[in-house]
T-cell receptor, first 109, second 119 residues
């Protein structure tokens, strides 16, 4: 049974800092791994999707990596801004899409 | 492209009533749709997988007689919460898989969610 874990559960950083969010999964038989952003009371915004054959994906200040063999993915956010404050969820797609518990990020001006 | 809508975006109802939530894929056809539930400060939990033209597959612990799912067309799935109670209050999110891209991408596209409050 797939389990997805995200560390840390919460993170507070000053504006401008580079940061890394971690995601680990127990079953490496996945089709893809996806990172989402969720603002309070809102739905999901897809940030990056990494296919199982890929190692990383980049979009603007975001970079996500995938290491299937070790069951890990990281989301790197460069030059963080207050507008980046949200909960970040990773999800591993095997037979089902399994979500981690999320990392609540707060970027202070 | 790949837009999924949900209606309503929020609903308040009295205990014992039934509530229907619609999930539509606006610009693609979806043979498979998924329903998730999210309690405050928790992650999304898959409730059921909805396949067009067939019965939904429910996850363990989800009552199929309480959460009725109908996927009558390639662009619409509905979730009906029957005899709702306060403990059913939650954020319900649907997603859909693009039929024409499923084999190569397996990506799910998410709706904006429906907040249900049962008084």
């Amino acid at each position: 049974k797939q389990e997805v874990t995200q560390i840390p559960a919460a993170l507070s950083v000053p504006e401008g800092e580079n940061l890394v969010l971690n995601c680990s999964f127990t079953d490496s038989a996945i089709y893809n791994l996806q990172w989402f952003r969720q603002d309070p009371g809102k739905g999901l915004t897809s940030l990056l999707l990494i296919q199982s054959s890929q190692r990383e994906q980049t979009s603007g200040r975001l970079n996500a990596s995938l290491d299937k063999s070790s069951g890990r993915s990281t989301l790197y956010i460069a030059a963080s801004q207050p507008g980046d404050s949200a909960t970040y969820l990773c999800a591993a797609q095997g037979g089902k899409l399994i979500f981690g518990q999320g990392t609540e990020l707060s970027v202070k001006p | 492209g790949a837009v999924v809508s949900q209606h309503p975006s929020w609903v308040i109802c009295k205990s014992g009533t039934s509530v229907k939530i619609e999930c539509r894929s606006l610009d693609f056809q979806a043979t498979t749709m998924f329903w998730y539930r999210q309690f405050p400060k928790q992650s999304l939990m898959l409730m059921a997988t909805s396949n067009e033209g067939s019965k939904a597959t429910y996850e363990q612990g989800v009552e199929k007689d309480k959460f009725l799912i109908n996927h009558a067309s390639l662009t619409l799935s509905t979730l009906t919460v029957t005899s709702a109670h306060p403990e059913d209050s939650s954020f319900y999110i649907c997603s859909a898989r693009d039929r024409d891209r499923a084999l190569s991408y397996n990506e799910q596209f998410f709706g904006p969610g429906t907040r249900l409050t049962v008084l």
